[in-house]
């Protein structure tokens, strides 16, 4: 699977960038619930990575409040980036309907380092809302990673352009009323959850 995008100058038009449909759901026992999700990334040459996702998600959970709870308990939107794919660690960026986030960086679930240690640089993070008069209403989120805070945190220094990358856009939720696991590129095992990186998917900024 190839998610392919685009290398701006300056400030993205969403228009013109690629949605990925949060559409692989796993691990579902009961009720099912599968809110439609969706995200969107880019670069901005020299600047930084931008991101979008959101869901159509009517009565989103949103319990916690403070950086690098466990966010993925309430209903939550993730994006999962292997910078350089010649390295094993990766970012995971997670977020709930209130801007509340979670970032860490490592090779594996159990190998993770909180990017707050590391740098007192944070991402730019606004709550968007999109309206849609055929769905339910949407929350959503988006996320500019600048490029030092992507380097302070990865630990090599970053430079958005054109390059190729590997990655995953994820929809959560352990502690809502029906918990369920969505995923742009299927993960695979139970066991490694989302932290799965070898099933990223490449992703292509040209």
């Known amino acids: 699977m190839i998610y392919k995008t685009?290398?701006?100058k300056s400030d993205p038009d969403w228009a013109d960038v690629p949605v990925a449909a949060i559409a692989s759901w796993h691990w579902e026992e009961g009720e099912i619930y599968r809110p439609p999700s969706f995200a969107q990334l880019c670069a901005i040459g020299g600047e930084g990575l931008c991101a979008r996702l959101w869901s159509f998600e009517p009565s989103p959970r949103a319990t916690l409040t403070k950086r690098d709870d466990p966010v993925y308990e309430d209903s939550c939107l993730e994006l999962f980036l292997q910078l350089d794919p010649h390295l094993s660690s990766y970012l995971n960026l997670e977020f709930n309907s209130a801007g509340v986030y979670r970032s860490q960086v490592g090779?594996?679930?159990?190998?993770?380092?909180?990017?707050?240690t590391l740098t007192d640089k944070e991402p730019h993070i606004k709550?968007?809302?999109i309206q849609d008069p055929h769905l339910p209403p949407?929350?959503?989120?988006?996320?500019?990673?600048?490029?030092?805070?992507?380097?302070?945190?990865c630990g090599f220094e970053f430079k958005s352009s054109p390059r190729f990358l590997r990655g995953n856009f994820y929809k959560c939720g352990d502690k809502t009323p029906v918990p369920h696991y969505g995923a742009f590129a299927p993960v695979g095992s139970a066991l490694k959850g989302f932290h799965n990186p070898s099933h990223f998917c490449e992703i292509n900024i040209i």
């Open 107 to 116: 090779p594996s679930r159990n190998e993770r380092t909180f990017i707050s």
């Open 6 to 8: 685009s290398c701006f």
């Open 127 to 129: 709550i968007i809302q």
């Open 138 to 153: 949407a929350w959503g989120i988006e996320v500019f990673l600048q490029d030092d805070f992507i380097s302070d945190a």
